[in-house]
């Protein structure tokens, strides 16, 4: 498939917090800096890439602990422990001053695009989870029952392996492709033919340096696109 578009999205963009929902965080403000808060990092590779890829970007700079921009809407993580006590009234501002503008702003633009678009969705991940070191330094997440996205994740595969050498890259590694996420909403809307959804997920252990794995991340994603029958 060759793609016509390229769209970047960062659901874990920042830890921002609007000054009126502050006094959520008294007391607990150092959990806004952990990768509860956000994603350490991915903003930065996103931008890069972006610029690198001539691609738009869009990104959700609020904390993911007033509002998770990457659940649905029914989902029992859309808001945090910090956040979940908040009267109804203030759940429906959340959802219609931060969560719905950001998520129409990324359907738009792919409305827009000449398709089929490919949507990579950039995020990080935290190194130890449950006391137990990660072996992934990148991974592709995407719908293996996608003839597109199993085609697409292949080719990058390749690509980062051939790249990136001593990095452990892996398929639906450390999540699922199919979870739920901004990449399956978007799948409802739009045929394998028009979109392709891949999440990349980045080691946090390179956010401190993301020139050790940037450039070659870009080189990547632009030989995947120079390489479509």
């Known amino acids: 498939m060759m793609y016509r578009s390229v769209i970047l999205t960062c659901e874990h963009a920042g830890n921002e917090v609007p000054d009126r929902y502050n006094f959520l965080f008294e007391g607990h403000t150092e959990v806004l800096e952990t990768h509860r808060g956000w994603d350490p990092g991915a903003w930065k590779l996103a931008e890069y890439l972006s610029g690198h890829l001539h691609a738009p970007l869009f990104g959700c700079h609020t904390t993911r602990l007033l509002i998770e921009a990457n659940r649905s809407l029914n989902s029992a993580e859309l808001f945090s422990q910090f956040s979940d006590s908040l009267a109804k009234t203030d759940k429906k501002n959340l959802i219609e001053t931060l969560y719905q503008p950001y998520r129409n702003q990324i359907e738009l633009a792919i409305e827009e695009s000449p398709k089929p678009v490919l949507h990579l969705s950039i995020h990080s991940f935290t190194p130890v989870w449950n006391n137990v070191p990660r072996s992934v330094d990148i991974g592709i997440l995407f719908d293996q029952g996608l003839l597109s996205e199993k085609m697409y994740a292949d080719l990058l595969y390749g690509e980062l392996i051939k790249n990136l050498p001593s990095l452990t ?45 940037q450039d070659k991340l870009a080189k990547s994603i632009r030989a995947t696109l120079l390489q479509q029958p």
Do not use: H, M
């Not at 409802?188 to 794995?213: P, R």
């Open 169 to 213: 890259i892996r398929f639906n590694e450390p999540y699922k492709g199919t979870d739920d996420g901004i990449t399956t909403w978007l799948r409802n809307y739009y045929s394998n033919d028009e979109y392709t959804g891949i999440e990349l997920e980045v080691n946090q252990k390179f956010a401190s340096d993301l020139s050790i794995i």
